[in-house]
């Protein structure tokens, strides 16, 4: 067992680094203020090859794994939560498209989603069906050689910018949850809209909206997968992404520490510097941990999708385990900013509030416990 990047790794790592660090930690406070999607970086990270890192290059991916994608969302999410969201994003989308579509779907999308030419987006959840996946409402009705989707979309991400949409509906609703089918809808066809965008407490810029879909035909062809297989698709899909959730607060708790540990040694009060005082220890020390526990968790759900085996219990321990921490570190750091920290000026108020979400999108970590336990007492009934 080796616990160190590879030369490869750390060649990323760093490259990731510096693009993190010139392009986006400068316009990080401002992308928050604004809440504008920043699409100037978006379209610059999809020339570097930093969207589709674990794609093959046939594809126009870099052809690298999923450690490496974990690798580069922990430097975008040291930088901001939001853009590293946005790029998880698309590799969720893009995780979904390669596994899932045909030769002629992933031609036609992967290699424009890799450049950053087109973006994705995935619709599961709705108005009254977020953690219960299986109870969505939308349905996809055969009308000869189409079908005719009807029903809303809610917390779409980036579903105002997407040139398409992954949209999961109910093609047989006698069958429950075998019952749902994903498709293919591009912007633009005809009864497709994007609704109210949410206003969030955190990750600005990354928008978050609602998808309308009023008889909207799309020919067969659309449908991405085999017909039932929408929940499968989805959940599938979400174990990768729950990895990239726990990367990003990995790399938020990396900056939250890093924040911390800078003011400590540099905020003085009763004559000496805070970080001389055992409270303030505590707190650094078992961020320190956490974090590393944390980051060890992350990188093991990774490989094992690399392996090519099951992850659906290691995503959602690296979940859970690093969204709690994360959301636990990013207060505590406003803790030792003191009044400092709970102002603008300084990064951690935002720290704050970006890591709040971590614990509810792709799964809230009740969620997480349910398929951990599931997992679990199915291994020990063996
Ligand atoms: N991978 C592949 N297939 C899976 C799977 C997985 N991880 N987990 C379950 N399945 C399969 C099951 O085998 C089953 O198929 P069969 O009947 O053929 O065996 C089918 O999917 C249904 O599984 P369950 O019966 O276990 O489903 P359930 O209704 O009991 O729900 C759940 C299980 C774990 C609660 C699931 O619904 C879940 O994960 N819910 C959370 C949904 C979620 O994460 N939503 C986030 C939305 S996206 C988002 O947040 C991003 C954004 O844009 C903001």
Not at 131 to 155: C, F, H, P, R
Not at 266 to 272: A, E, H, S, V
Request: with cysteine; proline share 2%; charged share 25%.
């Amino acid at each position: 067992m080796i616990f160190e990047l590879t030369e490869e790794q750390k060649m990323m790592q760093q490259m990731v680094r510096s693009f993190a660090e010139e392009m986006v930690k400068p316009h990080a406070a401002e992308i928050d203020e604004t809440d504008e999607f920043p699409m100037d970086i978006f379209r610059e990270a999809g020339k570097l090859g930093l969207l589709a890192i674990n794609m093959p290059e046939k594809y126009g991916g870099s052809g690298a794994d999923s450690t490496a994608a974990v690798i580069a969302s922990i430097e975008i999410a040291k930088a901001s939560a939001a853009v590293a969201n946005i790029f998880s994003s698309v590799r969720h989308h893009l995780f979904c498209m390669y596994h899932y579509g045909n030769e002629e779907q992933k031609q036609k999308f992967i290699p424009a989603m890799a450049k950053g030419e087109i973006i994705g987006s995935f619709a599961l959840s709705e108005s009254g069906s977020g953690s219960d996946a299986s109870s969505i409402k939308t349905q996809a009705k055969l009308d000869g050689d189409e079908y005719v989707i009807n029903g809303s979309k809610m917390w779409i991400t980036m579903g105002n910018v997407a040139d398409f949409t992954i949209v999961f509906a109910v093609t047989d609703p006698d069958k429950g949850s075998k019952g749902i089918s994903a498709f293919i809808v591009e912007k633009g066809t005809p009864g497709f809209t994007v609704g109210k965008r949410e206003r969030k407490l955190g990750q600005k810029g990354n928008p978050v909206c609602e998808l309308m879909f009023e008889n909207v035909r799309v020919p067969k062809s659309c449908m991405l997968g085999e017909e039932g297989q929408g929940i499968k698709i989805a959940l599938h899909s979400l174990d990768s992404g729950r990895i990239e959730v726990a990367a990003l607060a990995v790399g938020l708790m990396q900056a939250a520490l890093e924040e911390s540990v800078n003011y400590a040694e540099n905020r003085k009060q009763f004559g000496q510097k805070i970080s001389s005082f055992q409270l303030i220890q505590a707190m650094i020390s078992e961020m320190a941990t956490d974090l590393d526990a944390a980051t060890l968790l992350t990188y093991r759900a990774a490989y094992l999708k690399d392996q090519g085996k099951k992850f659906t219990r290691e995503a959602s321990m690296a979940k859970w385990f690093a969204t709690e921490a994360v959301m636990k570190h990013t207060t505590n750091a406003i803790q030792i900013h003191g009044g400092y920290g709970y102002c603008k000026d300084y990064n951690v108020e935002r720290y704050f509030r970006d890591a709040k979400l971590t614990q509810i999108f792709e799964g809230t970590n009740q969620i997480q416990q349910i398929v951990i336990s599931r997992e679990v007492l199915k291994q020990w009934a063996k």
